[in-house]
């Protein structure tokens, strides 16, 4: 996922180009390229020579050649503790598609910082080159090779002289992705798995969300990560000179940079994007899948969890893009892994920003949590981990809570919050109380001057409302607003991703609302100010009764704080298609015109303080573009058309139809002063 953010021009990095693309690939860009290394002809079982490096005392590395089934032959490396040569390790391994654009290019080129840590603790440790990518055969099927590829991968390393046969599987986001579908495959000699900031249903949290397609995701993540990576492996291939191909790249990311958000974000049909044809054919795939159907099915972690039958190490981000992944696939392996000490013993951790970028608006301090995927000279956070279920260590980590999540802390003034951490045996709290706000309003709660409120207790509305099956004009019983899809509203922060920061693309993380909230077509909740302060953790919700004109369309839903002074940042932000208003995985059904519909909206999950004088507040709308494609309201696919039509909107809140937001209360947390 990380991708973008080495791939695109950023004014900020006057090398930039040194140490992007062809240069990288070809040459190398790392912090130890002067060491001193020897070479020294003792092949191990891969054939391969010996590698040690004078800056690297006690390690050995040697590159690798792993045959998948269909012969495609990978590439990686391998960190050993540098002992008598008959010596058999416990093998950590991570499979990467991103060698081109980071470490792991050869032995001691700054994968070492990662692998040193590892083999210093007596463990074998492998980084492979997924097939497709870098210098390994084949062609990259983004996501969908990795399960066959992974189970493969895992029963070679366990099968070298260097390996004891038990192996561990470790990596975040979409090394995160050949984590999980190596964990699903259930190669025998798999005994554990590390995974950060990663999905479980990539029709559901990934390439779609909630089955609308992740629009802003879906194009900066395949540019940026592997549009450079695919242009130099057939230019190479044709015999291209280095020098040609560098400008390529150059060209490519002065195209990307000054097209995406202008040009590429806006084309319809979705399917009418062809800038990464003949590159790699993942994005018209993705769009001829716009369900969830088999070719979902095989992916989904979720689906395929019970052929996991030990614990794994969870470790997720409130603002990240997976968020709700994370969790999702927490819960699957606590309800149906395939053995009773998988359920038992797999742990969660969560910190605050994961692949989204704090802008200091608020920040909420240094996240003690996800800053252990920072490589560094630290023991590494799984260490404790992998001992126990590699080498089988008698240490005190099953005696660890299960479940480690932090809570945000808004500041009343100013933008420097704070945060704590909250142990606990399992998640959501055991002690969480679900606590309906209700929707209210004189029917003019569009944009944040209105009259839109929130109610705790719903004896607060009129008791003699009755239900009404068409309404005509806006009233205390409904709010009104039109959604067109040739002016959709921006997308203001969130849990997106890659780079869209800095490449003139929307903010991720917790920014301010008052852009989108002075939007006619953005309606507007806000409670009276806190008299007591609330600590949300877990999943929240909102559930809408609403009418449109249209019979196909969308509702999206925002958490926001409001600080005293009145300055605003997002907590949470969900949507629900119409026509999937029964869930992701149900078959379309559209809708039909002008009738009262329930949605029900998952904003994922949370870990934040509203303290006292803060007010709590809900947006209501029908896009959040580019980070949501936009649902085009004609019925018709959203996919392969480009017709729109303005839909009218009809949110209601009387007592027939009571549309509220659901929070997970906490009581009895101690928030240090």
Known sequence: MRGILHMMYDKKVANFSICVGVSLALVGCNDNKNEPTTLIDEPPSSNAQIIRSDAHPGIACAELSIPMRDGILT???????????????????TRSPYTRLGP??????????????YSQEGYAFVVQNVRGTYTSDGEFDIQRQEKNDGYDSVEWVAAQEWSNGNVGIKGASYIGVTTWQAAISAPPSLKAASIAISGEDYHREWTYDQGIPHHSLNISWLEGSFTPDQIIRQETAKGTSEEIITQMIADRQVLAFT?????????????????LDGLHSTYQTWLEHPDYDE?????????????????????????????????????????????????????????????STDHSTPSFGIDTITNVLVPSVARPYDMDYFDRYLKGIENDYDDQP?????????????????NFVVEAPDYPLANTEYRSFYLNSEGDA???????????????????????????????????????????????????????????????GAVEQAEVEIRDDVLVYTSAPLTEPLVVIGPVSVELFAKSSAKNTDFMAKLVDVRPDGSTHNILDGAVRA???????????????????????????????????HRIRLQVTSSNFPKFARNLNTGASNETTSETMVANQVILHDVMNASRLVLPIVEGIDIPE
């Open 75 to 93: 590439t990686g490396i391998v960190y050993l503790p540098d002992e008598d040569a008959s010596q058999q390790y416990p093998t950590i391994m």
């Open 104 to 117: 792991g290019l050869e032995c001691f080129d700054g994968s070492e910082t990662t692998g040193a840590l």
């Open 259 to 275: 097209k995406m958000w202008s040009d590429w974000v806006w084309q319809l049909p979705l399917t009418s994007f062809t800038e």
């Open 295 to 355: 070719y979902w099915q095989e992916m989904d972690i979720g689906a395929n969890i019970e052929q996991v039958n030990f614990p794994v190490l969870i470790l997720g981000a409130w603002y990240d893009l997976f968020a709700d992944g994370t969790v999702a696939s927490y819960n699957s392996m606590k309800s149906r892994s395939g053995s009773i000490e998988a359920r038992d013993k797999t742990k969660l951790m969560i910190g605050m920003l994961g692949h």
């Open 402 to 418: 299960n479940v480690s999540v932090t809570v945000m802390v808004p500041p009343d003034v100013g933008q420097q919050g704070s």
């Open 446 to 508: 569009n944009n944040r001057t209105g009259s839109g409120g929130l109610s705790l207790f719903g004896e607060s509305r009129s008791a003699d409302i009755s239900h009404s099956e068409a309404i005509d004009t806006a009233s205390f019983v409904a709010d009104l607003f039109s959604y067109d899809p040739l002016n959709p509203v921006p997308t203001m922060g969130g849990n997106i991703c890659c780079g869209t920061d800095f490449t003139g693309g929307p903010k991720s």
């Open 579 to 613: 026509s999937l208003r029964d869930g992701s995985k149900s078959q379309p059904s559209l809708i039909e015109p002008n009738k009262t519909y329930k949605y029900s909206i998952n904003l994922g999950d949370t870990g934040t303080v509203f303290p006292v004088g």
